[in-house]
């Protein structure tokens, strides 16, 4: 994973796709999402991401509920640090991620993939969808709570009250393990091979390990 981040922050191809690449390991949310998101549904003060039910996976009947909860993201520092140096771009805009043709328009669905492939990664080995995968699977093996895990990657929970109120009652838990994921993160870019942190449910270890090698953008498994 290391590997990859590197290379994402090598990327030479436009600031928009760029800061896409970046945070989107940071937010882990679906890739139909990320590349819609708007600047009134961020709030850069409280760092806090609103995602309305009318752009989340859910059943028509659930976008159309005007009860239907938004899904929050809460932004680490790292996700901030990006979307407040894209405001200058595209912040007098609506959409943060805008085309190139079109910038009332979201950027291609085909942005992050193709920018991906540029960089050598092929389909099985990094999508933008992977990311999800990546963090959802890591966390769960370095004991983070599932129903945590579950709630910020905006799972179906087949209980609406009870998922309305892990909605609150998890908010704070998310905003730490999204923090303590981005470190991690941050450990790997700079460290891959020869440090890592290891992430748990009450907080953030650093740990000297040898054992964990880089990525490599020509070897399919991207260890985190």
């Known amino acids: 994973m290391g590997a990859l981040l590197r290379a994402i922050d090598g990327y030479q191809g436009t600031v928009v796709v760029l800061s896409a690449l970046r945070l989107a390991p940071l937010v882990f949310c679906r890739p139909g999402e990320l590349r819609g998101i708007a ?11 609103r995602i309305p039910a009318v752009r989340r996976k859910l059943r028509r009947a659930a976008k159309e509920n ?7 993201v809460p932004l680490s520092k790292q996700a901030l ?30 942005s992050i993939n193709g920018a991906l492939r540029r960089l050598g990664y092929t389909k099985e080995q990094m999508t933008g969808h992977g990311f999800r995968h990546t963090a959802s699977t890591r966390l769960n093996e370095l ?9 910020q990657l905006s799972q179906k929970d087949p209980n609406e009250t009870r998922g309305t ?13 999204m923090q303590a994921w981005a470190d991690r993160l941050d450990d790997l870019r ?5 440090a890592s942190v290891r992430l748990e449910g009450d907080g953030l270890a650093a740990v000297r390990s040898g054992t ?3 990525s490599s953008m020509h070897s399919p498994p991207i260890n985190v």
Do not use: C
């Open 39 to 49: 600047w009134d549904e961020v709030n850069l003060e409280t760092g806090v991401w």
């Open 66 to 72: 005007p009860h239907t909860p938004v899904h929050f």
């Open 81 to 110: 640090a990006i979307l407040r140096d894209l405001h200058r771009l595209t912040g007098r805009g609506k959409l943060v991620f805008p085309g190139i043709r079109d910038r009332h328009r979201p950027m291609s669905e085909n």
């Open 143 to 151: 004991g983070w709570n599932p129903d945590v895990i579950e709630r």
């Open 165 to 177: 109120y892990n909605l609150a009652k998890y908010l704070e838990e998310r905003r730490n393990m």
């Open 190 to 194: 700079e460290n891959s091979g020869q």
């Open 212 to 214: 964990e090698g880089a």
